[in-house]
């Protein structure tokens, strides 16, 4: 199988890369990119850890190949902050305690993140909906919840939490 040259539009910025045809977008941004925020846990596209955004939509990048993203606009966990500023969504993770061994937390980032830009005021059903693809081992999801919850209302007293101004 030769390689082809393909260009990606990756947080913003053109890509060029010489790709295999059957690479995956997770490959890609992994080995060729080193944008290894994006985890591979199953392979299979149920656990959400390798979850990016296409065109604003959460996908799974471990079953997209990496061609399927051509022309599109790919951003990935590392896209979400501004510079070496977390974004609103990643502080609240940091101060909520959501982060843990932070396999899944690229992947629930992502997720939520596609939710908040559609809702901007989620109830917990509707954030615990959104994040149902997402498989975390290490809690009881409480904390992710309530991160998200306070990342979309933080004056709400949404939660007990007291995060660091």
Known sequence: MEKIEITLNINGKPH???IYPNETLLDVLR???DLT???ESC???VCGSCTVHMDGKPVRSCLTLALEAIGTKVKT???LANGDELSKLQQSFMDHGAVQCGFCTPGMLMSADALLKENQT??????RKALAGNICRCTGYAKIVEAVAHAARPDDHCCDCNPKE
């Open 16 to 18: 060029e890369l010489m």
């Open 31 to 33: 080995e060729k990119l």
């Open 37 to 39: 925020g994006s985890k």
């Open 43 to 45: 392979g299979e596209g």
């Open 77 to 79: 966990v590392e896209g």
């Open 122 to 127: 989620p109830d917990e059903k509707t954030i």
